[in-house]
């Protein structure tokens, strides 16, 4: 079987590859790539780049540590080479996993949406709530000119839940309906459409029924009274459908592991890779959990504190809001010069700026936990790796702590060598504004080759 046929266009040209909306989706990439998708994803284009440069096809395994929503993974499927990915944020995961199953034949995904659409109307019209006419009223309730008849008594989140979001995530009432819709779902989890209606109806509630704004960091915009979400659920698992008529469910296989990147071995085989295109977190005060934590708890993927510290514990420790005391990866660069040097500029800083607060105090060590995490990374991976195996990592350097100039590839590079890597060369991919410096920061790709030897 042929892949996916994936035609070039503007969005791929040496121009547009520099701009800051780089990281947006061409129309004819849309395809499962759209199905649920990080602001902050990059592009498939970067993907198939890299799989051309390293002649990857359908004899070889691609591994994505940090697979995120599966952008890897996704272009892999479509050009037909197996892929597996590695994520240990649950919800992100999850996504990932749906978008490589394209087997749900798409008039049944369409039939059984529309059955269940039926029944959620009919709930909500038992309580006085009509969801069959929000798009067309939505401007009347944006203009104030329309209001909802809201029953005394809505369904909400528990308290605990209430304090794991940002206030105001989401409004009562298209909570209600969203949580109505949701138990609907739950009562049918063995059906062959059960998980990408649940992402259809993530997708909808990050994108239309939620208060949620992007910018890119996640933030709270105006509160919306009423959102549809009965047709913005519908929408989207259209969308899935449309998509599920052009894709072809046997191209390549595609495994999702929820897996701690820096425990590799917990989930793979030694000796099965040939290849790695991945982002990991970059080193920053970015709390990624932030970004999908309204549909985590929505979902069930969080429910109380003890789940954040325990999805948190799994990830890179990239920002202050995921460092523990007892936490050991920095041991891992004890004796890189550069990084040490790095950690100690940053709390020179700090002194200087006088700066005292606990997460600013603690700038120097996460320096040092995130690149000693990256190292136990890359030296977790090379058993993994088919000898002459190649990498791409794309990276940003960072100017977050006290405008501390963070050289993120060439560091990461640096580790790389001292484990055994040959760097081949790190490639500009993009620059973008810094927020604090308003200077041109670096995007780069950092490729490796495993030559393969020994591993101590």
């Known amino acids: 079987m042929q892949p996916l046929d994936t035609p070039s266009s503007p969005c791929e040209t040496r121009q547009a590859r520099y701009r800051t909306e780089i990281n947006q989706l061409c129309a004819h990439d849309r395809a499962a790539h759209d199905w649920y998708r990080f602001i902050l994803s990059f592009p498939p284009h970067l993907v198939r780049d890299y799989l051309q440069r390293f002649g990857v096809g359908s004899e070889h395994r691609v591994l994505d540590p940090f697979c995120g929503t599966g952008t890897t993974l996704v272009e892999c499927k479509k050009l037909g080479v197996p892929s597996v990915g590695v994520e240990a944020n649950l919800v992100a995961q999850f996504a990932s996993a749906v978008k490589v199953d394209w087997h749900p034949n798409p008039d ?5 949406a529309n059955q269940i659409a039926a029944l959620v109307r009919a709930d909500l019209a038992e309580s006085g709530i009509d969801d069959t006419d929000t798009l067309l009223r939505l401007p009347l309730f944006e203009q104030g000119l329309l209001k909802q008849e809201v029953p005394p008594s809505l369904r909400s989140l528990s308290e ?26 739950k009562q049918e989890p063995n059906t062959p459409y059960h998980r990408h209606e649940l992402l259809a109806l993530t997708k909808a509630i990050v994108f239309s029924i939620s208060n949620l704004q992007f910018g890119p960091e996640v ?3 105006r509160a919306k009274e009423d959102a549809p979400v009965v047709e913005a659920w519908l929408a989207a698992v259209k969308a899935i459908a449309d998509d599920l008529r052009v894709l072809q469910p046997l191209t390549a296989p595609a495994t999702v592991h929820h897996a701690d990147a820096r425990q590799l071995l ?40 003890a789940d954040l510290r325990a999805l948190k514990q799994g990830l ?15 041991q891992w660069v004890a004796n890189q010069a550069e990084v040490q040097q790095l950690a100690a500029a940053i709390e ?75 760097v081949v060369s790190i490639d500009l991919f993009r620059t973008r504004l810094a927020t604090a410096t308003k200077e041109q920061l670096r995007e780069e790709v950092v490729v490796l080759r495993w030559r393969g030897g020994d591993e101590g």
């Open 108 to 112: 049944g995904l369409l039939a059984h």
């Open 160 to 185: 605990e839940q209430n304090k794991l979001l940002l206030k105001n995530s989401i409004s009562p009432l298209p909570l209600h309906k969203t949580l109505v819709l949701l138990d609907r779902l």
């Open 219 to 221: 933030g709270v915009g």
């Open 266 to 305: 917990t989930v793979l085989e030694p000796n099965s890779i040939d290849a790695v295109i991945t982002s990991p977190p970059y080193p920053n005060e970015k709390d990624y959990t932030r970004t999908t934590r309204l549909e985590s708890v929505l979902l069930g993927f969080i429910e109380t504190k």
């Open 316 to 330: 890179m420790r990239s920002n202050t809001r995921n460092v523990y005391t007892a936490d050991t990866d920095d």
């Open 348 to 422: 020179a800083r700090r002194l200087e700026l006088g700066k005292t607060s606990g997460f600013e105090r603690v700038y120097g060590r996460a320096t040092k936990l995130y690149f000693g995490g990256m190292a136990r990374h890359l030296a977790e991976l090379r058993p993994i790796l088919r000898p002459g195996a190649q990498l791409a990592y794309v990276v940003g350097d960072q100017a977050s702590y006290f405008r501390v100039l963070i050289r993120t590839g060439k560091i990461l590079a640096d580790i790389a060598q001292t484990l055994g890597y040959e």
